[in-house]
Nanobody, 115 residues
Framework: VQLQASGGGLVQAGGSLRLSCVASSGAGFNIYAMGWYRQAPGKSRELVGTITTEERINYADSVKGRFTISRDNAKNTIYLQMNSVKPEDTAVYYC?????????WGKGTQVTVSS
């Protein structure tokens, strides 16, 4: 499974940004869920949210009400709509995919929120 995240950049506090993650997998892979994680400088990687194939969505408390995860199954893509961003949202954002063969990670995309 290969994952490609994009859409990061510099945004002012209070602004919005949308990240995308495209998944490509070979035959025999069943992707059960995909997720967004982030890692700020000097901190551990943390969950932002996940979405299952049945579109059950889970969010970290720190982003509830501000971030929205969605998916386009036809494009094998998930999105992270980030609204009302804060400087503490600054991090490298990663997407991952949970399959019956394990969890796969993509390269991250940098999000920087200026105050």
């Amino acid at each position: 499974v290969q994952l490609q995240a994009s859409g990061g950049g510099l945004v002012q506090a209070g602004g919005s940004l949308r990240l995308s993650c495209v998944a490509s997998s070979g035959a025999g892979f069943n992707i059960y869920a995909m997720g967004w994680y982030r890692q700020a400088p000097g901190k551990s990687r943390e969950l932002v949210g996940t979405i299952t194939t049945e579109e059950r969505i889970n969010y970290a408390d720190s982003v509830k009400g501000r971030f929205t995860i969605s998916r386009d199954n036809a494009k094998n893509t998930i999105y992270l709509q980030m609204n009302s961003v804060k400087p503490e949202d600054t991090a490298v954002y990663y997407c991952n995919a949970f399959t019956q063969r394990g969890t796969y990670w993509g390269k991250g995309t940098q999000v920087t929120v200026s105050s």
